[in-house]
């Protein structure tokens, strides 16, 4: 069954390089701005229980879409279709009265969305616990923190019990055991057969909790398809424009070679057995005015077969800039015999974008009658 139907949706917004522009423009009539197209032409279909991520750079038009979708904007041509109760999680904090107290915005919030005061009433406990403001839901919304503000924005929109809920990058703003609260819950809708229309700049909760993506570029959609061959085309751009950056600018290989580096302590080659430990020490630095940065490593077998990669970005730690040391620790590494490069990697605040990267060259020692990459812990039984 079809939950949302988006047909040649386009939105245009008016710029005034003055203030008064807009004045003079009611006054003489006569057009003083300049057109902005914010989306061009967008149309889609997203089934009943389907999880859809929104992705790209900031400025794509991936804000106003979703606030379309919502029902907050109208579009300047177009049309959507929409079946269903709707919520929506946009701007921190948006629709909140702030001298009200968290209590009477649960009621003016869950009121918009479309539920009764009696509706209210039965799930405002549910609400107030999920958001773990118990000891300030009386309150006024104007003296919350950020987190404060998005965990009671989130508890109102999963408790209204919605058939097509709308999350645009307000999970990032609570702390790490919150986000994961969240996604769970997320989750859970995912399994109750709601609509999910989810747009973030972590292409790893994009990619777990997606069936498909649409990459806006430039007010278009650049691509869609199955989520994590989406995310992959969009982090393989990403990091060529960034290789790439600036033609104007001096040039390629320089750009980067300049602003950011990392560079591994001690040997450049080292030889372990099968468990042994490993420890990697290394320094980055950045520009002046880089303020955070992701770390993130690879190990790739000889034959360019990446064995495993993660960044600190996933785990939700970030380390400041800009420049600092730090230490990869692999207590007891499984992998059998043969030749690999770890990659330790510099990446932007996101982990999308690759600044910087340094390699270590390691030898495993063979071990008798073990074959393969890694080792797995296994034992044999004979059943009695």
Known sequence: MLALRVFQ?????????????????????????????????????????????????????????????????????????RKGRVAALLELGAGFHPEFTGRQNIYLNAALLGLEEK?????????????ELEDFIDQPVKTYSSGMYVRLAFAIAVQVDPDILIVDEALSVGDQRFQKKSIDRILAFRDQG?????????????????????????????????AKQVVQAYEDWSRERL??????????????????????????ERRIKLFEPLEVEFSYLGPPEARE??????WIRNDEVTVFATSSHYQGLLFPGPSGEARLIFPSLPLLSGSYRLVVILA??????????????IT??????LFGISFFEHRWEIPS
């Open 9 to 81: 949706v386009s939105k245009c917004y008016r710029l005034y390089d003055r203030p008064v522009d807009r004045l003079l423009e009611f006054l003489v009539r006569k057009p003083r701005h300049r057109p902005f197209w914010a989306l061009k032409d967008i149309s889609f279909e997203v089934m009943a229980g389907e999880t859809v991520g929104i992705i790209g750079d900031n400025g794509a038009g991936k804000s106003t879409l979703l606030k379309i979708l919502a029902g907050t904007l109208s579009p300047t041509t177009g049309e959507v279709e």
């Open 119 to 131: 509706e209210i009433k039965a799930r405002e406990e549910e609400i107030i616990a999920f958001a």
């Open 194 to 226: 709601k609509t999910i229309l989810f747009c973030s700049h972590s292409m790893y909760h994009v990619t777990h909790l997606c069936q498909r993506a649409f990459w806006l570029e430039q007010g278009r959609i650049k691509l869609a398809g199955e």
């Open 243 to 268: 290789k790439n950056k600036s033609p104007a600018a001096k040039a390629s290989k320089e750009s980067l070679s300049q602003p950011y580096q990392l560079r591994i302590h001690g040997a450049r």
């Open 293 to 298: 940065f992701s770390l993130g490593f690879a």
């Open 348 to 361: 932007d605040e996101t982990g999308n974008l690759v600044l910087a990267t340094d390699t270590l060259k």
């Open 364 to 369: 495993v020692e063979k071990e008798a009658h």
